[in-house]
């Protein structure tokens, strides 16, 4: 028999006791607490009756006496039990307890000859029973303390992440405060919250494989969203002027840490906005919500302090990357052109060792936008905006009217990762049916990323929508950037793992 095994045995047995004894850790279904930890250590008095409950995340039972400290997730307060004062019936129920378990407790508040707040216990009452052992760190004055830092073991049971490193607990709870705060943040400036179909017929607004499952109902095969767009447009076609959605998407493609085939996205829309409001709230969204989770503008990353307060420099896209592969803004006048400046064969950024294949770029935007994944995006520390992306590429957003080949459209990055897509939004039906058009040619040749044809969309868009600014945001990164997480995973509750 496994150590575990013999463990997860040795507390099955020590429940069945507390129930011989009436003290069923399962049975109570409410505890009244005086406060949090935290309450009541703020407003600590000695001899005070309180009334608290917690796990028991440290134990001590030395002969006639333990102490132990219960924790609420956010803080913890000593417990001092005593023979004496608890009765034999509710020192066997000390003698019962495991590190793990959930007590309730009463007494009067004292402090110990160490100087520790405490709670002199009167009486107690287990509320649950931890059959397994919660992963402990080591011997600190005597005492097991938890600590958990197998990566595998923290994505895959959450819950013992959350109880026993405090710095990852703070992560995934910040990135909810996070979310919370944007909200307030959209809906102070009049924009409605709505909510559009996760599964679709057709999977549009951005460019992506997606997840297919079969409708039962309708025996038909449909498509998990990959992008919130489409239907939030066709909402401002039916003159609801200010729209936003909170929600999952899902993309079938690879994982890693700034990638995750399902996350969270925040898209909103404005009638009558252009791509320069869209980076003014874009702007005005992050100081915001930065100020609001974490009470500053500022936020220290490795090291490094980004600061979310000033305005985001406004970058041009060519210019930034002839700027940093060397290539002269003439060589970009078609893609023959382009890969002839680039010297043929294969392209590398001598800095980051990053590679580009120039073999496989089939058309002048992708390979614009692959030079800027590599010899760009790594420089954008401080929250920047780059501006003006090739038509190619953006099959959604309006021509620059100034710049054949290239649209209104823009990216925001923060710590060298892209945050943010913002357009001003096509409102001309025939141009959005020829740029799908041209998806479709894409996606024939066998481009299984190029954007669908969608004729609802097309019929909204024909009925007539205003001049439109419109954002997407992943949050997931958004937390990222504001939490000073590495990866993905650090800000996702339950990230998706192998089947173990």
């Not at 001590?60 to 417990?79: E, P, T, V």
């Not at 509320?127 to 303390?145: F, I, V």
């Not at 076609?237 to 936003?244: A, E, F, N, Q, T």
Request: charged share 30%; glycine share 8%.
């Amino acid at each position: 028999m496994s150590e575990e095994v013999s463990l997860f045995d040795q507390r099955l047995e020590k429940l069945a006791k507390l129930r011989e004894l009436g003290a069923d850790p399962y049975a109570i279904e409410r505890f009244e607490q005086s406060g949090t930890a935290a309450e009541i250590l703020d407003a600590f008095q000695e001899n005070k009756d309180v009334k608290f409950a917690g796990r028991l995340v440290s134990f001590r039972l030395m002969g006639k006496a333990a102490f132990g400290h219960l924790s609420d997730g956010d803080d913890k307060i000593q417990a001092y039990f005593k023979a004496d004062d608890l009765g034999e019936l509710g020192w066997e129920v000390v003698k019962l307890l495991d590190i793990g378990d959930h007590v309730g407790v009463e007494g009067y508040l004292f402090v110990t000859k160490t100087g520790e707040r405490s709670i002199h216990v009167r009486t107690l009452a287990p509320l649950s029973k931890a059959l397994h052992a919660l992963p402990l760190g080591k011997e600190k004055d005597g005492e097991r303390w938890y600590s958990l830092s197998d990566t595998e073991v923290r994505y895959r049971h959450r819950h013992l992440d959350l109880i026993a490193n405090p710095e990852a607990r703070a992560m995934l709870l910040n990135r909810m405060r996070i979310v919370a705060a944007v909200r307030r943040f959209m809906d102070r400036r009049g924009y409605l919250e709505v909510e559009t179909p996760l599964l679709q017929l057709e999977a549009g607004g951005a460019a992506a494989r997606p997840f297919i499952t079969h409708y039962n109902a309708y025996d038909i095969e449909v498509k998990l969203r990959i992008s919130l767009e489409l239907y939030l447009k066709r909402i401002i076609c039916g003159d609801v002027p200010k729209v936003y959605e909170i929600g999952r998407v899902f993309r079938n493609e690879g994982v890693s840490n700034r990638h995750n085939p399902e996350f969270t996205l925040l898209e909103f829309y404005e009638a009558y906005a252009n791509l320069e409001d869209m980076m003014a709230l874009v702007e005005e969204m992050f100081r915001s919500v930065a100020q609001d989770v974490f009470g500053s503008t500022k936020v220290v990353t490795d090291g490094v302090e980004i600061d979310f307060g000033p305005a985001w420099p406004r970058v041009d896209l060519l210019s930034s990357i002839c700027e940093k592969a060397g290539v002269s803004e003439d060589a970009f006048g078609s893609l023959d052109s382009l890969k002839s400046a680039l010297g043929g064969g294969v392209v590398v950024n001598p800095v980051n060792g990053k590679e580009i294949n120039l073999a496989k770029e089939h058309n002048l935007g992708g390979l614009i936008e692959k030079l800027l994944e590599v010899f760009v995006e790594e420089t954008l520390i401080q929250p920047t905006f780059i501006v003006g992306y090739p038509i190619e590429t953006s099959p959604l957003a309006k021509k620059d009217p100034n710049r054949p080949g290239f649209t209104r459209r823009f990216e925001g990055y923060v710590r060298g990762r892209e945050v943010c897509n913002a357009f001003s939004e096509i409102n001309d039906p025939l141009d959005q049916r020829e740029r799908f058009a041209d998806q479709l040619a894409q996606r024939e040749a066998g481009d299984d990323e190029a954007h669908v044809m969608d004729e609802d969309f097309l019929f909204a868009l024909e009925s007539g929508m205003p001049p439109t600014g419109g954002c997407g945001i992943g949050i997931d990164r958004m937390a990222m950037m504001l939490t000073g997480a590495d990866s993905l995973r650090e800000i996702m509750l339950f990230p998706m793992m192998r089947p173990d």
